[in-house]
């Protein structure tokens, strides 16, 4: 994976393979582009050049400015770097040049241009880091440490490869950055230096949750899958246990043993727990498993069903989480459990009209079998209430409908009201937007059944407020007094477009950093 350092040597004076600095569009009409603060010494390198200096010579390049824009420029001799790279920011805060940019821009930004400048050995990014006009120079630790976190993961997350498994080298595959140096006032800051290794841990695992969901679907099954996270865990020096498909019929876990009931590949449960000496406070996550979704006996249009292959991107979420956990340790116990299944077609698979007896009791109906997810996370949810948890986060590729609310990049959050609230601003934070979403009676209702406790859907809404229909499911297996939230990321687990900001084609690792943020946070209180 891509170095990190911090670097507090003069920009021009750097020897490394490219120089990026940050440049705002100018929405005034004004042809001359700002540059950002921390490109002060590059631009006046390029003063006594023809051509106007450097920021004429990027508009006459074709620069804007736009936010992950980015425009390269051959040095020759003017600073040490032998190219100079700018970055597009956005527009200025408020219309100031002289304040940082949101995070989430400094993000985008350095993943970007990170991306841009593949196969490079070395990358130096200076970008702005403090919100002072009067003195951009020198940021207190706050906005130091939200500055460096956020070029450093964009930088990292931007650099991101996917190996695959092509067996002929490509003319237009470059390695990824080996080095990136992040700029600071002062390389030996305490709070940078922190802020640069807690971006480290969070880069890596969510390379590693990347990996898991990029990965063929027919390397991954559940016990492949069961196994390479137990592996990591155990490497991380966690508590790991696993349960098989005999240890889950014999301890009642009927809905992931519905579920995985149509493949030769076995269900599993994988537990993962940090309990740290005198953690006061219990987190349980969960994250849903499903290595691959036909969608069952209720099988699924062929159109995108290899994307379905993500539908593990909960687990893969919630494990790597666990990852950053054991290596931040923080001062709050966090169990983790990943049901992993696959959701086959076949002679032995469930069935419209089953009724499945769930891990907690209830009975649940099942008129969909392509809502596969909430009978495996109904028992996951139920088994991690059995730990007494302060706090409980599902994760889950859940439903169609959350990308039909609120689009590709936008999570919905279900559950406790206030606990969703926490979800909303923490990934705000980390740049991993979501939004909550109700919880309405009347979808309860119609989930009654005639022959059960439960449907598995509301067949009078058939897919009106699916997302809904989902949360509303789950909540019916957490244990009153749980704090809890359900978070959809159908959408934003698995990116289909072009590359932008810090995402690549494919798993896009969400919501890891947000749950790091959740964890911390707790932690603190």
Request: glycine share 12%; aromatic share 4%; charged share 20%.
């Amino acid at each position: 994976m891509t170095s990190l350092t911090l670097v507090d040597t003069d920009p021009a004076e750097l020897a490394v393979d490219a120089v990026v600095i940050g440049v705002y569009a100018n929405e005034g009409g004004d042809a001359k582009l700002p540059l950002a603060p921390g490109a002060e010494s590059v631009a006046a390198a390029f003063s006594d050049r023809p051509g106007g200096g450097l920021a004429e010579t990027l508009r006459v390049l074709g620069a804007t400015g736009a936010l992950g824009e980015v425009t390269k420029l051959a040095a020759f001799g003017a600073v040490a770097a032998p190219l100079v790279v700018a970055v597009g920011l956005g527009a200025p805060v408020d219309g100031d040049a002289g304040r940082v940019p949101a995070a989430e821009s400094l993000r985008r930004a350095a993943g970007a241009a990170a991306r841009s400048l593949a196969g490079s050995a070395s990358v130096a990014i200076v970008l702005p880091l403090s919100g002072s006009p009067a003195d951009p120079g020198k940021p207190g630790d706050g906005e130091l440490t939200v500055g460096v976190r956020a070029i450093a993961e964009g930088a990292l997350l931007g650099s991101y490869r996917f190996l695959g498994y092509k067996t002929k080298p490509s003319a237009t595959r470059r390695d990824p950055v080996r080095k990136v140096l992040v700029h600071v006032p002062d390389a030996g800051a305490k709070a940078a230096k922190a802020a640069l290794k807690r971006s480290g841990v969070l880069g890596g695992v969510v390379a590693r949750t990347r990996d898991w969901i990029n990965a063929a679907p027919n390397e991954l099954r559940p016990p492949q899958f069961a196994e390479q996270a137990a592996a990591a865990a155990a490497e991380a020096s966690l508590e790991v246990s696993v349960l098989d498909e005999k240890a889950l019929a014999k301890q009642g876990y009927g809905g992931i043993l519905a579920v995985g009931l149509g493949s030769a590949a076995a269900p599993r449960l994988v537990r993962i727990a940090y309990e740290p000496a005198g953690a006061t406070r219990r987190i349980a996550l969960v994250g849903k498993g499903i290595t691959f979704d036909t969608g069952g006996v209720s099988i699924k249009p062929t159109a995108g069903m290899w994307e379905m292959k993500s539908d593990m991107s909960g687990a893969a979420a919630v494990v790597a989480t666990m990852l950053a956990v054991a290596q931040l340790k923080p001062k709050v116990a966090v169990v983790a459990y990943a049901p992993m299944a696959e959701n086959m077609v076949s002679g032995s698979a469930y069935r419209p009209g089953d009724v499945v007896r769930m891990y907690n009791g209830a009975q649940v109906e099942v008129l969909n079998t392509d809502a596969e997810g909430r009978m495996i996370l109904g028992d996951a949810i139920a088994r991690a209430c059995e730990d007494e948890p302060d706090y409980l986060f599902e994760v889950s590729t859940l439903t169609g409908g959350q990308v039909i609310a609120l689009g590709k990049r936008i999570a919905g959050v279900m559950g406790t009201p206030e606990l969703c609230d926490r979800v909303r601003d923490a990934g705000e934070r980390a740049g991993e937007p979501a939004w909550p979403m109700p919880l309405p009676e009347d979808v309860r209702k119609g989930m009654d059944s005639d022959v059960a406790d439960i449907s598995q859907v509301n067949s009078s809404m058939d897919r009106a407020g699916h997302m809904l229909q989902g949360g509303v499911f789950l909540s019916e297996f957490v244990t009153e007094g749980v704090q809890w939230a359900h978070i959809d990321i159908a959408g934003p687990s698995y990116h289909t477009g072009e590359p932008f900001g810090y995402w690549s084609k494919g798993g896009t690792g969400v919501p890891v950093r947000t749950l790091v943020e959740l964890i911390e946070e707790i932690a603190s209180e």
